[in-house]
């Protein structure tokens, strides 16, 4: 995933498009790179790596800039190409008039670019986004028109695409189209801005204009004019933007990340306000087109990425315990290539924090064609997953900065657990009290969170013990084995320590191999059924000396000797540990990485939403 940024109006345009790429740059910190139109052309500014380096760029370029009155930008998360300055954007047409930034992936581009080098056009990048630069520099070229051009060149192309467009002949303009990517346009007083996402516009501007799919803006500091790639004008509503800049800051918080998992108690309680409001209230869908009649479900498959495959995987042990309904838990990127059996009486819930994840989006758009109903478990209910639902479930986190989803992840889960017991009351499928009990433990939920957040600083300590190994496992049993995916996932993403979950009944049958004392093992371990066989399995991992780090919900003196560290969380019904168990392993991976020097907000090589399959 990538960020563009357009910008037309009377401030200093690099300062606005470098402050609007910051925002952006949990999309993709490989290269960024900006173009300014003074009018007599276009001055280029492009680094490799972090953003930082572009704003070094800039200031020992500064004499170049003259009075440029709009620009456009680009934060790269590389597809097509290294993270290289030939590669970085803005990419220009041959004759230099022509300029482009674009977030997504042009699927047809080998072949367009065959056709385009055998016509003469010269290409100075790997990039696919360059294809798109001489397509429309070539309808230009017949039609005269910018406008005109872009709107023949993209229906050339196939994938996904935002662009933002200027002309050196057709100054004062900036062009901005999308397809399967985001765009908004920022409106404000003789200034108007562009973005693939509303941090970049927060604190600019009141009112947005969401691009949809198809649509073509023509945007110049006093006007905004969308049509539809027949030419067709269409009229959009401006939407209040509806987020307040408190949301990109970090209020005092080292990391994104570290904020972020400290925001989870009060999101659990607004959550539970709306729809869980006491112990014997009926669960409140409040607002939530749950249009789904759980009495004619048959089956049920969810389809997830990375974190939110983690949060299916809980949901699935859940509801098939709650609601008796076959459910098969999928990773979006395997379900989308092999024959599967969805059909007209089945539920599909896509899982998706950004709601821009490709193999996510494909995977539920194949579906919604096989008849499925759809229901989108997601935090951007302006994201283009939702295009294809038929009732979405909002996760009501707030935006989620930091590439390593926390927040996020335990909104997913308390999602899928309030519409599980919602479906568990239409389908009558638990008893009274158990309904009642479970409904206690989630609304006891944040304050035993704020507990857990109180031991940040032993978790801390536990940390930097445990920074200088190369490698970790994690098991766990039950609804708890996504936990232990989940921590895995946490601590390499960010550290860069290789990690691994495991289902700690499968360690004997391989994974054990790997055990020695440069191995520790996180056993997650919650109360139940499974807690004994969870003891024999500590009991096996201790026996090829291995440290041994608990994450428990259970108070067992008998079982404290078995382990190195014990990262304890207040006791909770099985069923509900996931939601609490998940909160020391956050914390242990980011000070692991914090320790390590890591980015943490933003991990090497990744991006906060992976928009190419
Ligand atoms: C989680 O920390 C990662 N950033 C990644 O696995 C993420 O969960 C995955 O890419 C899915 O993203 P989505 O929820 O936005 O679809």
Redesign the pocket.
Known sequence: MCGIVGYIGNNAVADVLLDGLKSLEYRGYDSSGIALNDNAGFDVFKAGGKLNNLFDVIRNDAQKIKNPTSGIGHIRWATHGKATIDNAHPHLSNDGKLVLVHNGIIENYKELKAELEQEGFVFHSQTDTETAVHVIDREYKKCGSLEEAVRRGVQKLSGAFAFCIMHKDEADKIIAVRKNAPLIIGLSKNENYIASDIPAVIGKVKKIIYLNDGELAVVTRNSVVVSDLAGNILEKKAENIGFNPEIISKHGYKHFMLKEINEQPDIVRKVLARHVKDVFSPVDADGVNLNIDWNKVENISII???????AAMVAKYIWEDWLGIPVNVEA?SEYIYRKNTTGKGSLVIG???????A??ITAVKQAKEKGAKILIV???EDSS?VRYADSVLPLEAGIEIS????K??TA?LLAMYWVGLYAVEQRNSLSAKNLADLKQGLLELPAKMEEVLSNAEKIKQVAENLNKYKSLIYIARGANQASALEGA??LK??SYINANGYAAGELKHGPIALLDENMPVVAVLAPGITYAKMLSNCEEVKARNAKLIAVTSVKDKAAESLFEYILPVPETEEHLSPLLLNIPMQLLAYYMADSLGREVDQPRN?????TVE
């Open positions: 997830a990425c990375g974190t939110s495959l983690h979006a899982i998706s924090q950004s709601g821009e994840t193999d996510t997601t935090n951007r997953i590439v390593a989803a926390t996020s992840y997913q996932l946490k993403e960010i990744l991006a906060k939403s992976v």
